[in-house]
């Protein structure tokens, strides 16, 4: 009997360790549950405050585009090979002229430029300003300090470098008409290499538009389109830097950061601009952009360096433009706390004549553009 009632007393205990057992794993289950829970709402809340951030940069560069957005200009069109020149005029008062030349040929190039020529009260003034988008490649890297830049070997480990100047790229141009009424033309720049796909496309306008993502692009401005596809990542924990260059060609142009999202060429009040929102798209989802800028007298070039996360397929939306006046008016899609002052970055490699036409300008800022846009001496540490 006493044997019995021990026997019954251990089935008891182990009864109740069982059901406390249960009991607790049940509890760790809710607990999970709940942190699931808690981390899809926060993720929610995180898109939803990204989605907001970047409708009010639109809306602010908006404001300050819309005094020239309803401009209207006349477009003309010269293709080559591996380049696409556009110029965009303006004859109101003088001549204002926009000239874009997108090149493939050696490193992918979106060159820019300015000429303003006004006439007032018998005075006339002449205004041009050039600009020099490179793309260079993308390194993949171990980010080891976990800062979220590929900055320095040191710091970082790197994986690869895939150079743009040795892919072969493909330039494909498509005319087309907004449901507005816009009269738009694309640019593709296209790239493939070991099943990965990279795609530089840049789009100009012959008046203001607003994107279907709600980006406004002025006529002064071309949006251009960063997309990488199938990256060939050798790592599960890597992150990709994109280098690029923003530069003058004139010996007086004065390269400047201007603010955390934009670059300046400065010539006299001529503007040229590269512009870029803080966020990217990585696999659908909204996610910060970290950006390493420098600049270097001694290599005759400054870059700017974008990182982003893993993913599958990567997009970045900046935007390039010209502007003459002030530099406060440069649609930045960040507003700066302060201007700082301009840093002499680029010397003197090609300079136009200030007592030409305005006619003879754009023929020799085109052919200057065929001449300069070819492939320079990178930092030899990217190669």
Known sequence: MAMMQKNVNRLAAAMLVIVLLISSLALVGASVVYAKSDKAEEMKK?????????KEMNDMRFERLKKMFNERRFIMMSKGP????????????????????????????????????????????????????????????IDKNNDGLYIQKDNDTRLQ??????????????????????????????????GAIYNITTQVFNTGVRLIDGTPVAPNEAKIDFSFKNFPWSSTESRLALITSFTGLSGNAQVTHYDNTTEVVMERNAYAYF??????????????????????????????????PRGGEIVHDPIIGVLSGNIEDIPAYQAPASVTQPILVFPSLYLIASTVAVLAIIGVIVVAARKMLVEPKIFKSFH
Request: charged share 20%; proline share 1%.
């Open 46 to 54: 995180k898109v939803k405050s990204m989605q907001e951030q970047i």
């Open 82 to 141: 591996n380049y696409v020149d556009f110029i965009s005029t303006k004859t109101e008062e003088g001549v204002y002229s926009l000239i874009l030349k997108i090149h493939s040929g050696g490193t992918p190039s979106i060159y820019i430029s300015l000429a303003n020529y006004t006439k007032e009260d018998g005075n006339k003034t002449l205004y041009w300003v050039n600009g020099v988008l490179k793309v260079f490649g993308l390194i993949e890297y």
């Open 161 to 194: 470098y895939i150079n743009f100047a040795h892919l072969n790229w493909k330039l494909e141009v498509t005319k087309f008409t907004t449901a507005e009424g816009v009269q738009g033309w694309k640019v593709q720049m296209i790239a493939n290499d070991r």
């Open 275 to 308: 512009t870029w929102a803080p966020t990217a798209t990585v696999d659908g989802n909204s996610v910060d952009v970290k950006v390493y800028k420098r600049s270097s007298k001694s290599e005759m070039m400054n870059y700017t360096e974008f990182n982003y």
